[in-house]
């Protein structure tokens, strides 16, 4: 019995061995105060990707870490993913704080920032690399990211967002605020919506983050005309134009936009698709260049 015991002991310390999500202190500046999770795969690729994971409004790093086939993917494709969570404003990221909405002024845009740096030093990771996503609240900072730091990450993917600074002088970005001119479809012209991604980083003449951008047509608590002001703006940025539909994909339900040649920018709009948009990780990854 005491064998078996002990055997049983050994099979059981072998099942928990094994990557698993863990949170991050002390990884550099972080005004506020928000918090670092990362995913680091057994299997480990020689100078790693990153793609930084944003929650939706309310949610935490631990649910959308189990919210997406990301890690799974993670363990085949050897790259690292950093969940980072927000305590502040309802589990909401601060889109419309000046200080995110500006390149190296603060806000939660700079402590996501620092914890790209931190994974990049620790792990070797390939600055050329560097991608974001996320969800709702998540996918309008994503946007964010994309427009305040265009020299840190390469692509991004939107779901179910808005245009980065959309919520710019609202007092929060919550969907309790008094302010939901941005989450009803604010329009602007493509000229002013890229004047505000060029305004967060005044004199930056590099390149720009590709961008994906997914919304449902039936979606109530972000509509759908704001995934159509984002892409006016990315459009604007990365100086593509809208050259064909493609109706079908991902599935029957959906119509694909493709800007350019479809390298730099597109967009999905799903008939019958709420809010959120669910995480098309295949079409996501490809775009990314992850996955061929």
Not at 277 to 285: G, I
Request: hydrophobic share 35%; aromatic share 10%.
């Amino acid at each position: 019995m005491l064998i078996t015991n002990i055997f049983g002991l050994a099979a059981s310390a072998t099942l928990a061995v094994g990557a698993s999500l863990q949170q991050v202190s002390n990884f550099g500046n972080n005004p506020s105060k928000i918090q670092m999770y990362i995913y680091v795969p057994d299997k480990l690729a020689a100078n790693p990707a990153i793609i930084v994971a944003l929650h939706p409004c309310g949610g935490t790093a631990s649910g959308w870490y189990s919210g997406t086939k990301l890690p799974s993917y993670a363990n085949t494709g050897g790259f690292i993913l950093i969940y980072p969570g927000t305590p502040n404003m309802s589990n909401c990221w601060d889109v419309q704080n000046p200080a995110s909405l500006t390149h190296g002024a603060g806000g939660d845009a700079l402590g996501i920032i620092s914890m790209v740096n931190y994974t990049v030093d620790k792990y070797k990771a390939d600055r050329s690399k560097i991608f974001v996503m996320g969800s709702s609240s998540g996918g309008m900072m994503t946007n964010v990211m994309a427009g305040s730091y265009p020299d840190v990450f390469e692509a991004g993917a939107a779901y179910s967002g808005t245009a980065h600074a959309c919520f710019a002088g609202a007092p929060s970005a919550t969907p309790f605020s008094p302010n939901q001119t941005c989450a009803q479809g604010l329009t602007k012209t493509p000229q002013e919506w890229g004047n505000f991604v060029r305004n967060s980083y005044p004199g930056y003449t590099g390149k720009r983050p590709r961008m994906q951008i997914y919304h449902g047509l039936a979606d109530g608590l972000v509509r759908p005309q704001c995934g159509y002001e984002a892409l006016k703006q990315w459009s604007n940025v990365l100086g593509v134009s809208l050259t064909r539909n493609v109706t079908g994909v991902p599935s029957a339900q959906y119509t694909q936009m493709i800007y350019g040649d479809g390298t730099q920018l597109q967009g999905f709009f799903g008939q019958g698709v709420g809010h959120t948009a669910p995480v098309n990780e295949q079409l996501m990854l490809k775009f990314f260049g992850l996955l061929a």
